[in-house]
């Protein structure tokens, strides 16, 4: 095959495969997520069996928030993309002190998603991390979570009340109708898991990723135009 051969053969797949690519980015979620806890979470994304997590971030690691108050007292926002078979997780704990709880609103794809007890499930997980250490109060290490996640017996969540209930008041950003979600008991000294009860794309009735991955009609035609492409220039070599 001649070098004008080979540069119009490498250029017209070189497209194609753009083409290919693009529809398997269109099966990623945006999600923006407002977030508290009282006292402290981490959010994370990953798959059913928790041995792919990603973590998006976590509120403060002290007592008080950054803008004053208590560390829930004002929620964080968090913008972040998954694909559509992902789960949202949440990984929520307590200053070993009286309440525990916590609350969310999130928008998937242009649709609403509450920390709804309907539309959540948890586990109680290992040992409460500020407890442990108040100095560093890090989140659960990605293998912790893993081992518990991977085959967990998940149950119902239990809703408190709704956004605007005492001892919280109302977190602003998040939706009137978003419940706090109880977790595990200052008491017991652990922390709780939880996580969407459908994957994002279950959710927010986005495609699935199966579908969204194979070529659309324009991808196909790229890939046709290759293939009269190539022989239409073996011809001219040939002649």
Known sequence: MNKLLKSAVFGAITSASLLTIGVVEASAADIKATVTADNFYGIFYGNESGSDLNLVGRNETGDFGSSGGYNWSKAETWDFKVNNDD?????????GRVAESWIGEFEIAGKTLLSGADDWEYIVGGDNPYLADKNTNLLPGDAELTSLI??????DTISIGKNGINPWKTIDGVNENADWLKTASHTEGKYTIFRTGESVGDLAD??????????????MLGLLAVSAMVTTMKHKVKA
Request: aromatic share 14%; no cysteine.
């Open 150 to 155: 991977d085959g967990a017996q998940w149950q």
């Open 87 to 95: 789960y949202i997780y949440l990984v929520a704990w307590d200053d």
């Open 206 to 219: 986005l495609p699935d990723e199966d579908t969204a991955d194979v070529p659309e009609p324009a991808s």
